[in-house]
């Protein structure tokens, strides 16, 4: 089974994954940078090649609101937002976790209002991270369309929803050649999604009633230990992924790692910046590498550990603010790698805030710099 290789941005990459999932229904609202998504569903459809109800309702509340019933009714779901539609769904995304309703939604990282903007900046699905959504952040189109099988496959064993994260304009509307896997070979990746639990009439079940103290508290257990499947789960679907197209991404990747002093740590299309970084670094003679983190909910602890394990210096590069804290994932990782054996020392520097461009000699800088200083709980803005 070969696969058709052509030209795709990231939004039109995740269709075509949405397209080779074959959900049934499909709730979307376009929004600016994510529209294409959509666009692209609907030429599919018209075209009689994607076999899924496509609701056009009247915001981004009323998208989850029909995505939710539809995962419960037992059949595949798939939608996509961006920035200030995901943040309108915020409500819903606590309710699409605790109904146990394996969703998956790409969203299109984009800076949140106000003051208004279009650009890269992934402060919109960090701050959703509580709700119970697994979370995963990529860097390129052919990375997208792999990450939103791999997403249902591992969405649909836990039973919990998952976010596929796309930076704008930097992924979204990027332009690369994508690998399309025929449809045979994401059937067989895939199988039909066959809940054992469903709004059937046949078989009479409900949702959404009024629980007691405990009830609720072992509901939440529950969520906690699927959760904590996901890791591995996620690294065996990724495995299985490779043994058919060749393709692996990992839970968290290191690159150029062994024997580093020093390793960047960020997330999404930073990634490859920060990769033309290390070999200049590298080519220069200091001991540098990249850990790209692809799994940010639940965060891979174990992982993240492990990659790290004998480095000096950490240097966390955010493009996130959250008032107050600073930057997520340097506070995260902060977090994951409290009371380890010999922990590194962690630089948090907020780097690409709002979609500044962070070409590849700023990061040579920022690191030179970091690594020189003594580190900070505090992160650092980005001069």
């Given at each position: 089974?070969?696969?058709?290789?052509?030209?795709?941005?990231g939004?039109?990459?995740?269709?075509?994954?949405?397209?080779?999932?074959?959900?049934?229904?499909?709730p979307?609202?376009?929004?600016?940078?994510?529209?294409?998504?959509?666009?692209?569903?609907?030429d599919?459809?018209?075209?009689?090649?994607?076999?899924?109800?496509?609701?056009?309702?009247?915001?981004?509340?009323?998208?989850?609101?029909?995505?939710?019933?539809?995962?419960?009714?037992?059949?595949?779901v798939?939608?996509?937002?961006?920035?200030?539609?995901?943040?309108?769904?915020?409500?819903?995304?606590?309710?699409?976790?605790?109904?146990?309703?394996?969703?998956?939604?790409?969203?299109?990282?984009?800076?949140?209002?106000?003051?208004?903007?279009?650009?890269p900046?992934?402060?919109?699905?960090?701050?959703?991270?509580?709700?119970?959504?697994?979370?995963?952040?990529?860097?390129?189109?052919?990375?997208?369309?792999?990450?939103?099988?791999q997403?249902?496959?591992?969405?649909?064993?836990?039973?919990?929803?998952?976010?596929?994260?796309?930076?704008?304009?930097?992924v979204?509307?990027?332009?690369?050649?994508?690998?399309?896997?025929p449809?045979?070979?994401?059937?067989?990746?895939?199988?039909?999604?066959?809940?054992?639990?469903?709004?059937?009439?046949?078989?009479?079940?409900?949702?959404?009633?009024?629980?007691?103290?405990?009830?609720?508290?072992?509901?939440?257990?529950?969520?906690e230990?699927?959760?904590?499947?996901?890791?591995?789960?996620?690294?065996?679907?990724?495995?299985?992924?490779?043994?058919?197209?060749?393709?692996?991404w990992?839970?968290?990747?290191?690159?150029?790692?062994?024997?580093?002093?020093?390793?960047?740590?960020?997330?999404?299309?930073?990634?490859?910046?920060?990769?033309?970084?290390?070999?200049?670094?590298?080519?220069?003679?200091?001991?540098?590498?990249?850990?790209?983190?692809?799994?940010?909910?639940?965060?891979?602890?174990?992982?993240?550990?492990?990659?790290?394990?004998?480095?000096?210096?950490?240097?966390?590069?955010?493009?996130?603010?959250s008032?107050?804290?600073?930057?997520?994932?340097?506070?995260?990782?902060?977090?994951?790698?409290?009371?380890?054996?010999?922990?590194?020392?962690?630089?948090?520097?907020?780097?690409?805030?709002?979609?500044?461009?962070?070409?590849?000699?700023?990061?040579?800088?920022?690191?030179?710099?970091?690594?020189a200083?003594?580190?900070?709980?505090?992160?650092?803005?980005?001069?």
């Amino acid at each position: 089974m070969k696969p058709q290789r052509t030209l795709l941005t990231g939004n039109h990459a995740v269709a075509w994954g949405a397209r080779l999932a074959r959900p049934k229904v499909a709730p979307v609202y376009p929004i600016t940078p994510q529209t294409p998504v959509l666009e692209l569903l609907t030429d599919f459809q018209a075209a009689g090649e994607f076999d899924a109800e496509i609701i056009t309702v009247e915001s981004e509340h009323s998208v989850m609101s029909a995505c939710i019933p539809a995962s419960l009714a037992g059949v595949r779901v798939f939608t996509a937002t961006a920035s200030q539609g995901l943040l309108l769904m915020h409500e819903l995304l606590h309710y699409a976790a605790g109904a146990r309703a394996p969703i998956v939604m790409a969203n299109i990282n984009r800076t949140v209002a106000s003051p208004w903007a279009f650009w890269p900046d992934q402060t919109d699905s960090l701050a959703q991270r509580d709700t119970g959504w697994i979370q995963f952040y990529v860097e390129s189109p052919q990375e997208a369309l792999d990450t939103v099988l791999q997403a249902y496959r591992v969405a649909e064993q836990v039973r919990l929803p998952a976010m596929v994260n796309l930076d704008a304009f930097y992924v979204s509307h990027s332009l690369e050649p994508v690998a399309v896997p025929p449809q045979a070979l994401a059937d067989a990746y895939l199988p039909p999604f066959d809940p054992p639990h469903r709004l059937d009439p046949a078989q009479p079940e409900s949702w959404g009633n009024v629980v007691s103290q405990d009830m609720f508290c072992r509901h939440r257990r529950d969520i906690e230990a699927a959760m904590a499947r996901v890791p591995a789960l996620a690294a065996e679907a990724d495995r299985e992924w490779a043994g058919l197209t060749g393709r692996a991404w990992g839970v968290v990747e290191r690159y150029r790692c062994d024997g580093a002093d020093a390793v960047v740590v960020t997330l999404g299309s930073m990634c490859g910046t920060a990769r033309e970084a290390v070999d200049a670094l590298r080519d220069a003679g200091a001991a540098v590498g990249l850990v790209k983190l692809r799994l940010f909910r639940p965060l891979p602890v174990a992982a993240l550990r492990a990659a790290l394990a004998g480095v000096r210096d950490v240097v966390v590069l955010d493009r996130n603010h959250s008032p107050g804290l600073g930057g997520v994932l340097h506070q995260e990782l902060r977090g994951a790698l409290y009371g380890m054996d010999g922990a590194p020392r962690i630089h948090g520097l907020l780097a690409g805030v709002g979609g500044v461009n962070v070409p590849p000699q700023r990061i040579v800088e920022l690191v030179r710099a970091a690594v020189a200083a003594e580190p900070r709980t505090e992160s650092v803005w980005m001069e």
